[in-house]
């Protein structure tokens, strides 16, 4: 079972930038589809950002622009860089797993919060 462990969550203003990471255990990341998810007070979760084992990204439209995902396989973490930020990017941020045999996000982090005053 892949563990998953966020950090780099904080308090920021608007216009700032932010960098968080997640690390990884288990040798199948490099196989693995990586995902951010976030979770604001009151909402749903909602994907971010996705990093394919194919190379392959994805960025949610509220993001694009502002959000890069990147992955380093040697080191087993993906990382979320967050430029820009607004009020309304004020979430818990969670990275999540999706291996090739399940096809589905099924290890999540217990996720980083993330704060931006206007």
């Known amino acids: 079972q892949v563990q998953l462990v966020e950090s780099g969550g904080g308090l920021r203003q608007a216009g700032d930038s932010l960098r968080l990471s997640c690390a990884a255990s288990?040798?199948?990341?490099?196989?693995?589809?990586m995902g951010w998810f976030r979770q604001a007070p009151g909402k749903g979760r909602e994907l971010v950002a996705v990093s394919g084992s194919n190379g392959n990204t994805y960025y949610a439209d509220f993001v694009k622009g502002r959000f890069t995902i990147s992955r380093n396989n040697a080191e087993n973490t993906v990382y979320l860089q967050m430029n820009s930020l607004k009020p309304e990017d004020t979430a818990v941020y969670y990275c999540a797993a999706a291996s090739p045999n399940s096809g589905r996000y099924d290890a999540w982090g217990q996720g980083a919060q993330v704060t931006v005053s206007s």
């Open positions: 288990g040798p199948t990341f490099s196989n693995d589809d």
